[in-house]
């Protein structure tokens, strides 16, 4: 029985027919109970591939989203044009009659005659255009008109003509509803599509794996969820992305949904209601979108929501009915992300108040003298802090145990804006604390939500550039009379008012840079050819120093400084609250980077 392969199954009141191979073609009768164990043998074996299938993909995802569809693509391609010429194929052998379902005529007479029934099919239908939402996800990683052209010439047609052959195949062939792809798949090509269509279904998981990375990216960027290794798979390509930790937790889950449900349909309730949730989302997202940043006018904005909730809630309310067949899947694990996500983005800003209203005052820094007190060694000191003005608390705590100081301290303060990308010369801003002869700086870099970090070299190669960029300009403005330091100004306030003049995301920069600079009198870095002035010879010498001094202590060493703030709940907290911050934020803290 174990050596047998399964090739049909019917099943009778008390016994069960079975076709084996062994060694020639026979038919053999067993018993139901025999049978069913054969079953569930055949069904293990189904279930040892399809992981053994996700352990090799999630495998595959550190080479990147470039190399990764560029192995997948023709197999994408083959399976549209595949299914495309099977549903030509089925509409010219049964008739294509079923082509006036098109007219919304017929489907309200679908919704007439079936009424709950058809109502609940929906739940069903909602597979069919979830291929859609998977498509919008590589968004982030291909141009928008390569998947525009993609979409209209090639995805959309293949799919109306694979379903609308299927369809014609249903309407002479009712009792073959429950596997009726394969069923209307001719003789001749059979295998060859049963081929494809498994790795197609490999290749559909792609998306979403890309999807979940941008996703956490940004999230990540915006301070909602845990640090986590972010790897930057492609030079050409900034969205291509691949998060270890994510990969690894997604190939769990995957596992154990496969494992676990052993039932296309549960899995495919789960799928679907995920895809409705998404849908309602991006609706309601999208509204905001086209109120406060596109500005449409209410009556577009009103046609828009009514049109899309009335479909969407739709479909939301036939899902809601496979909530208890595989439905409550993506709930569950969406609950949990939102949990961490949450704890995590609280914790994170009570860390921050606590460090913004503890930060050391100025005159403090300044009664300690050019030495702080302490021994000035050669090198320089980057301490990280979260604060993008004053000095932080972990400062005063670093010089009041340590014996010693780097000769030049730069703040370094690493933020995200609510724009995609930051430029180059946008990247850092630089700011003097205290006297020169204190050699103290802060600097702030500034990076989009889609931006990614470099390596600790790179990084510290453009930080230092921009500083020695700074040295040079503030020397220019020292030189400048009246005058000419009027001009500097009225260059500056130009560029500024150019930047609210460009489109969105500059303009979302420049009132973050404007509302910096007010508070902590930060100067953007940038090269002095750029500005039309002249300075006396006393300026270039100091300059000439200073940036000596500069490279000199860059030459004896750079110490990268980070502090570390414990956040614990107060004694009067409530119970969650202690549990959330307490357990959970400290827990995140201490596995993630």
């Known amino acids: ?282 609706t309601l997202l999208m509204i905001l979108v086209m109120i406060l940043v596109w500005h449409c006018h209410w009556i577009l904005v009103v046609v828009f929501t009514g049109l899309s909730l009335i479909i969407e809630c739709t479909y939301f309310s036939a899902v809601l009915f496979k909530v208890d067949q595989g439905g409550w899947a993506p709930l569950a694990v969406a609950g949990v992300f939102l949990i961490v996500m949450y704890v995590w983005h609280y914790g994170s800003v009570k860390r921050y108040e606590f460090e913004l209203h503890s930060k050391v005052s100025m005159a403090w820094i300044l009664g300690l003298g050019p030495s702080l007190g302490l021994v000035r060694v050669p090198g320089i000191g980057l301490v990280y802090t979260e604060l993008a003005s004053g000095v932080p608390h972990i400062f005063s705590h670093f010089i009041t145990n340590l014996p010693a100081i780097h000769s030049v301290v730069v703040f370094v303060c690493v933020k995200y804006l609510p724009v995609y990308t930051v430029t180059d010369e946008e990247l850092f801003l630089v700011k003097r604390i205290g006297p020169k002869n204190f050699h103290m700086f802060r600097c702030v870099a500034r990076y989009g939500y889609k931006d990614l970090h470099k390596k600790d070299d790179d990084f510290e190669k453009k930080l230092f550039h921009n500083l020695f960029m700074f040295v040079r300009l503030e020397s220019m403005m020292e030189g400048c009379s009246d005058s000419e330091y009027s001009l500097c100004e009225q260059q500056t306030v130009q560029s500024r008012d150019a930047m609210f003049n460009n489109n969105g995301n500059t303009g979302s920069l420049s009132i973050v840079d404007l509302s910096i600079s007010s508070v902590d009198s930060i100067v953007p870095a940038k090269s002095p050819l750029q500005v039309n002035v002249t300075f006396q010879s006393s300026s270039q010498c100091t300059e000439v120093d200073e940036l000596e001094f500069l490279n000199n202590c860059r030459e004896a060493g750079v110490v990268h400084i980070l502090g570390n703030t414990v956040v614990r709940a107060s004694r009067d907290s409530r119970f969650y609250k202690k549990i959330a911050v307490d357990y959970i934020y400290a827990f995140l803290r201490k596995i993630c980077r």
């Open 1 to 282: 029985m174990v050596r047998g392969t399964i090739i049909y199954q019917k099943y009778h009141s008390y016994s069960c027919t079975c076709w084996y191979l062994h060694g020639d073609w026979r038919w053999y009768s067993y018993p139901s109970y025999i049978c069913f164990i054969c079953c569930w043998w055949h069904q293990g074996v189904v279930v040892v591939v399809a992981v053994v299938i996700l352990i090799g993909l999630f495998s595959m995802q550190h080479y990147g989203t470039d190399r990764v569809g560029w192995l997948f693509a023709p197999v994408v391609l083959l399976w549209f044009l595949l299914i495309g010429g099977i549903g030509i194929f089925n509409l010219w052998r049964f008739g294509g009659n079923v082509l006036r379902a098109f007219s919304p005529f017929y489907v309200y007479r679908y919704f007439q005659k079936g009424k709950k029934n058809s109502w609940l099919s929906l739940g069903g239908i909602l597979l069919s255009i979830t291929g859609t939402e998977a498509l919008f996800a590589d968004l982030a990683n291909f141009p928008v008109s390569s998947v525009q052209i993609a979409f209209t010439l090639l995805v959309f047609p293949c799919l109306l003509l694979a379903y609308s052959g299927q369809a014609a195949y249903l309407v002479q062939n009712l009792h073959h509803s429950q596997d009726v792809f394969y069923r209307s798949i001719p003789d001749k090509i059979y295998w060859p599509v049963f081929v494809i269509a498994t790795l197609a279904a490999i290749v559909a998981s792609q998306a979403t794996i890309t999807a979940t990375f941008s996703i956490i990216k940004q999230a990540l960027a915006h301070g909602c969820f845990p640090r986590v290794k972010v790897v930057h798979t492609s030079k050409k390509f900034l969205g291509q992305i691949y998060i270890p930790d994510i990969n690894w937790i997604l190939m769990v889950l995957c596992i154990a949904c496969t494992a676990g449900f052993k039932n296309q349909s549960q899995i495919g309730n789960a799928y679907g209601t995920a895809v409705v949730l998404v849908m309602l989302v991006t």
